[in-house]
């Protein structure tokens, strides 16, 4: 198989297993949105791409590490969950 091609030009099948989700940028501060694919396969990796219109702007790949660190600032910084009673009790021991 090459890299050079999304599927195989001898059998078809698929050479690169992804995960795609676009989001839609803040309309008081820009246009625009972020498409995020996760690659499922070798290279594992996340790419990151900026796009306004049709064209992407910007680009990035992180590697999982990179990837779970992302993930864990931008929930860091999202609004806190209400915490149970047991955890609000415990929490006092």
């Known amino acids: 198989m090459q890299d050079d091609f999304r599927f195989c030009p001898h059998c078809g099948k698929s050479q690169r ?15 625009g949105g972020l498409r995020v694919s996760v690659y499922l396969t070798e290279p594992r990796h996340a790419r990151l791409s900026v796009w306004r219109g049709d064209e992407a702007q ?30 609000r009790v415990l929490s006092r021991l």
Request: aromatic fraction near 6%.
């Open 58 to 87: 910007a680009a990035i790949s992180l590697d999982p590490r990179e990837s779970g660190r992302l993930g864990r600032f931008l929930l860091s910084a999202g609004p806190q969950r209400q915490r149970s009673l047991v955890s």
């Open 17 to 31: 297993t992804k995960i795609v989700e676009y989001f839609r940028g803040h309309p008081d501060v820009g246009d």
